[in-house]
């Protein structure tokens, strides 16, 4: 079992600044890929960045040039800078790992969301 803890969220005005984290622990072998998803009121769930091992980043567009993933992969831990937020990226956010064990086989983790609350 791999446990998250994440951080960071909050209520920020429109230009403004947060940085979530997320911290796994427990029966972690090797974490790759990890990242975020948000989930805005009445919508699915969504892709916002991931990041591997190896430090490869994947970016939902609209994001691109304002959201950073990073992970300190010695502390097991992702994070996410977001920079010039908008009320549309008000949602609740989640961290994503994937924990691949000895045989290759990887499991998913979700943290327990942070909510981001953006006014205009």
């Known amino acids: 079992q791999v446990q998250l803890v994440e951080s960071g969220g909050g209520l920020v005005q429109a230009g403004g600044s947060l940085r979530l984290s997320c911290a796994a622990s427990?029966?972690?072998?090797?974490?790759?890929?990890m990242g975020w998803y948000r989930q805005a009121p009445g919508k699915q769930r969504e892709l916002v960045a991931a990041?591997?091992?190896?430090?490869?980043?994947n970016y939902a567009d609209s994001v691109k040039g304002r959201f950073t993933v990073s992970r300190d992969s010695a502390k097991n831990t992702v994070y996410l800078q977001m920079n010039s937020l908008k009320p549309e990226d008000t949602a609740v956010y989640y961290c994503?790992?994937?924990?691949?064990?000895?045989?290759?086989?990887?499991?998913?983790?979700w943290g327990q969301g942070t909510q981001v609350t953006v006014s205009s």
């Open positions: 994503n790992v994937n924990n691949v064990d000895a045989t290759g086989l990887g499991r998913g983790y």
């Open positions: 427990g029966s972690i072998f090797l974490i790759n890929p």
């Open positions: 990041i591997t091992s190896g430090g490869r980043t």
